[in-house]
């Protein structure tokens, strides 16, 4: 019942628990290559990986797998959909997006674009970015049909969505590195402004009124106000990848440097953890 930050290590394949106290719950070591994990309904760690033809739940309780999905090779993310209680898939094998209900079983598979891989969800639709391609789709959940596919930066990378927003980074492609979050109308999907950050701003994640973004591409950390200014700026880690929130403060992973940041609303960073080799991405489950 613990309130917990997770973080999954690509290289070592392991994923580590720490309580709200910075202290380790917990640590599963893997001898398949995950690449990724997510949290299912607060009980439940889904773990995949590129290569595998499997996604494992496992419990949280007793760090046993509790069920497995069948998937084809390809498998590049994961989201729980907290709304209608449904598990997406990407696959960039396959090129689709693929809806699993709570208990494994199939609901729906969608042809999207090329390279899906972030994605997002609201009350009515779940937003996907196409890594390789100038398209993001917005897909109803209840139809499960595609209504719009809105023009976006190729090579996007990291989603999230403040209010009417809808907040979109990215690497760039080929030499050109991207610089830029673009900030589309959620309801339209009209680009209603750009903001301009250090290379290749991937990670986003918000508390209250204030926005962070971490930008890999030289390990800075840029927090913004709803007016889309910076209030502060700090470089954090090295090579981070992830960002999220827990218990009020925003936790960066550096991939290079194997640890975990823990930063406070005002740019402070109030810890720093040791973690296995290479933190990828984060997970947290709250009060």
Same mark, same amino acid.
């Given at each position: 019942?613990? #309130?917990?930050?997770?973080?999954?290590?690509?290289?070592?394949?392991?994923?580590?628990?720490?309580?709200?106290?910075?202290?380790?719950?917990? =640590?599963?070591?893997?001898?398949?290559?995950? +690449?990724?994990?997510?949290?299912?309904?607060?009980?439940?760690?889904?773990?995949?990986? =590129?290569?595998?033809?499997?996604?494992?739940?496992?419990?949280?309780?007793?760090?046993?797998?509790?069920?497995?999905?069948?998937? #084809? !090779?390809?498998?590049?993310?994961?989201?729980?959909?907290?709304?209608?209680?449904?598990?997406?898939?990407?696959?960039?094998?396959?090129?689709?997006?693929?809806?699993?209900?709570?208990?494994?079983?199939?609901?729906?598979?969608?042809?999207?674009?090329?390279?899906?891989?972030?994605?997002?969800?609201?009350?009515?639709?779940?937003?996907?970015?196409?890594?390789?391609?100038?398209?993001?789709?917005?897909?109803?959940?209840?139809?499960?049909?595609?209504?719009?596919?809105?023009?976006?930066?190729?090579?996007?990378?990291?989603?999230?969505?403040?209010?009417?927003?809808?907040?979109?980074?990215? =690497?760039?492609?080929?030499?050109?590195?991207?610089?830029?979050?673009?900030?589309?109308?959620?309801?339209?999907?009209?680009?209603?402004?750009? !903001?301009?950050?250090?290379?290749?701003? !991937?990670?986003?994640?918000?508390?209250?009124?204030?926005?962070?973004?971490?930008?890999?591409?030289?390990?800075?950390?840029?927090?913004?106000?709803?007016?889309?200014?910076?209030?502060?700026?700090?470089?954090?880690?090295?090579? #981070?990848?992830?960002?999220? +929130?827990?218990?009020?403060?925003?936790?960066?992973?550096?991939?290079?440097? =194997?640890?975990?940041?823990?930063?406070?609303?005002?740019?402070?960073?109030?810890? +720093?953890?040791?973690?296995?080799?290479? #933190?990828?991405?984060?997970?947290?489950?709250?009060?």
């Amino acid at each position: 019942d613990e #309130p917990f930050v997770a973080s999954v290590n690509i290289i070592d394949q392991s994923i580590q628990f720490f309580s709200n106290e910075k202290e380790q719950l917990a =640590h599963w070591q893997f001898d398949q290559p995950i +690449t990724g994990a997510i949290l299912v309904a607060d009980e439940v760690v889904a773990v995949y990986g =590129h290569q595998l033809k499997k996604i494992y739940m496992i419990e949280l309780t007793t760090g046993e797998v509790i069920n497995s999905l069948d998937v #084809p !090779i390809g498998t590049t993310n994961m989201y729980f959909d907290s709304y209608n209680e449904n598990i997406y898939v990407t696959n960039n094998k396959t090129n689709e997006l693929s809806i699993y209900s709570q208990d494994g079983q199939i609901v729906q598979s969608i042809r999207v674009k090329n390279y899906p891989m972030s994605m997002v969800a609201n009350e009515n639709y779940i937003y996907v970015i196409n890594y390789k391609d100038t398209f993001l789709s917005v897909i109803n959940k209840n139809t499960y049909e595609i209504e719009h596919e809105w023009q976006i930066p190729k090579s996007s990378h990291g989603i999230d969505i403040f209010e009417d927003e809808l907040w979109i980074g990215g =690497h760039g492609e080929g030499i050109k590195a991207n610089r830029f979050v673009s900030i589309y109308n959620l309801h339209t999907g009209q680009l209603q402004s750009t !903001i301009e950050l250090p290379i290749m701003p !991937i990670g986003v994640a918000h508390l209250q009124s204030t926005y962070a973004v971490v930008s890999h591409g030289n390990s800075m950390v840029h927090a913004l106000n709803e007016d889309h200014q910076i209030i502060w700026e700090k470089q954090i880690g090295a090579n #981070p990848f992830a960002i999220t +929130t827990f218990e009020q403060e925003f936790v960066i992973a550096g991939y290079d440097d =194997h640890s975990l940041y823990f930063v406070s609303q005002d740019g402070t960073i109030t810890q +720093t953890i040791d973690v296995g080799k290479g #933190p990828f991405q984060l997970i947290a489950r709250e009060r």
